[in-house]
């Protein structure tokens, strides 16, 4: 065996990507982190609180336990959710905590290459292209307040 035949096959490095669950919120397409989806459910009944901010949509029951439910149309457009046979709310969790997202339509999980990720492209939001479809991906605070 020679030299040569131990120099392992060297191969050019993969690009880094990243995984996000789309949906839609008043048409336009939007994407969460993976990492941070538990599950998703029908729209189930929400207890709304007396007094709240307009985002929040109420609390539902998630298993047992309580869950902080936030209308995210209200939170990136100013609008509430348009009610349809679709709506659903995407259960995330940041460190432990849970909150649910109300949206209009469930999308796909997406997986895109950091490259085609902009960086801010206005206050709070950036810019993914992938497939021939653009999808905003809203900061952190703006879906887990």
Do not use: H, W
């Not at 538990?38 to 729209?43: L, Q």
């Not at 801010?120 to 879906?143: C, I, Q």
């Amino acid at each position: 065996m020679g030299f040569f035949s131990k120099i392992k096959k060297q191969t050019a490095p993969r690009e880094k990507c990243r995984s996000f669950v789309t949906f839609k919120c008043g048409g336009q397409s939007y994407g969460l982190p993976l990492e941070l989806l538990c599950e998703i459910t029908a729209k189930p009944l929400f207890s709304k609180l007396p007094v709240s901010e307009p985002a929040f949509a109420g609390v539902m029951d998630n298993k047992g336990e309580a869950c902080m439910v936030y209308d995210l149309s209200i939170t990136l457009l100013g609008t509430p959710s348009r009610p349809g046979a679709k709506n659903c709310v995407l259960i995330l969790s940041l460190n432990g905590v849970k909150r649910g997202c109300l949206v209009e339509e469930p999308g796909e999980i997406v997986t895109i290459p950091e490259s085609a990720i902009d960086s801010a492209v206005t206050e709070g939001f950036r810019l993914a292209r992938y497939s021939g479809s653009r999808l905003l991906l809203p900061e952190r605070e703006l879906y887990f307040p």
